[in-house]
Nanobody, 121 residues
Framework: QVQLVESGGGLVQAGGSLRLSCAVS????????MGWFRQAPGKEREFVAA????????DYADSVKGRFTISRDAAKNTVYLQMDNLKPEDTAVYSC??????????????WGQGTQVTVSS
């Protein structure tokens, strides 16, 4: 059974940092892309960042470029999202997901339950 479990969310002041973790289990992800998405109240879910598990290539939404960094640790089966210089508009539920394929893949197969990030002004 594939599981993606996020952690690391919380409340932080604007300008602060958080690191989200996504522990993955249940299969090998060597041919998968891992992504982070977020959904704010009253808004649609949006793409934040993605990384190829095998090659380490990355992609970011324009709104987070230069502030967020996605990475993975194969030994720990964990994907991270380092978030720096956080803004109130980054407030959302953040979820990690997995899709078989490259960075251009869009229909993610597996999802975590999400973790709340709240940025106060």
């Amino acid at each position: 059974q594939v599981q993606l479990v996020e952690s690391g969310g919380g409340l932080v002041q604007a300008g602060g940092s958080l690191r989200l973790s996504c522990a993955v289990s249940g299969r090998t992800f060597v041919d998968y892309t891992m992504g982070w998405f977020r959904q704010a109240p009253g808004k649609e879910r949006e793409f934040v960042a993605a990384i190829s598990w095998s090659y380490g290539t990355r992609d970011y939404a324009d709104s987070v470029k230069g502030r967020f960094t996605i990475s993975r640790d194969a030994a720990k089966n964990t994907v991270y999202l380092q978030m720096d210089n956080l803004k109130p508009e980054d407030t959302a539920v953040y979820s990690c997901a997995a899709v078989r394929g490259g960075l251009s893949a869009t229909k993610y197969d597996y999802w975590g339950q999400g973790t709340q990030v709240t940025v106060s002004s």
